[in-house]
């Protein structure tokens, strides 16, 4: 009850208390369980979605920043799928017996 009244109160303070609530939890979340290897990844994108984040804010804007947020973000969406699609690739021949028939 207390969340929504906020949000309806105020909902640009609500909408940047989720975003920063939505990028902080992923990193303390793998610092308390132990995952520095997805501590390091997390770094590395947070530090490159920042940088870009200050690009897109500079005024006048520079003519290179639409392509490389746009690059930056097409590129991340494809390494994402590239890695679902062989987790899946690699569940499917598990399941399926494939290890044993080689």
Same mark, same amino acid.
């Given at each position: 009850?207390?969340? +929504?009244?906020?949000?309806?109160?105020? $909902?640009?303070?609500?909408?940047?208390?989720?975003?920063?609530?939505?990028?902080?939890?992923?990193?303390?979340?793998?610092?308390?369980?132990?995952?520095?290897?997805?501590?390091?990844?997390?770094?590395?994108?947070?530090?490159?979605?920042? +940088?870009?984040?200050?690009?897109?804010?500079?005024? $006048?804007?520079? $003519?290179?920043?639409?392509?490389?947020? +746009?690059?930056?973000?097409?590129?991340? @969406?494809?390494?994402?799928?590239?890695?679902?699609?062989?987790? +899946?690739?690699? @569940?499917?021949?598990? @399941?399926?017996?494939?290890?044993?028939?080689?």
């Amino acid at each position: 009850m207390v969340i +929504y009244r906020w949000k309806r109160k105020s $909902p640009e303070s609500f909408r940047n208390y989720s975003l920063f609530g939505l990028w902080i939890i992923p990193g303390a979340m793998s610092v308390y369980l132990g995952f520095p290897r997805f501590l390091l990844i997390w770094a590395l994108y947070s530090a490159g979605a920042g +940088y870009l984040v200050h690009l897109c804010q500079q005024r $006048p804007l520079r $003519p290179t920043t639409p392509r490389q947020a +746009y690059t930056w973000f097409l590129r991340s @969406f494809q390494v994402t799928s590239l890695i679902g699609h062989g987790g +899946y690739a690699v @569940f499917m021949a598990e @399941f399926l017996g494939l290890r044993q028939a080689l």
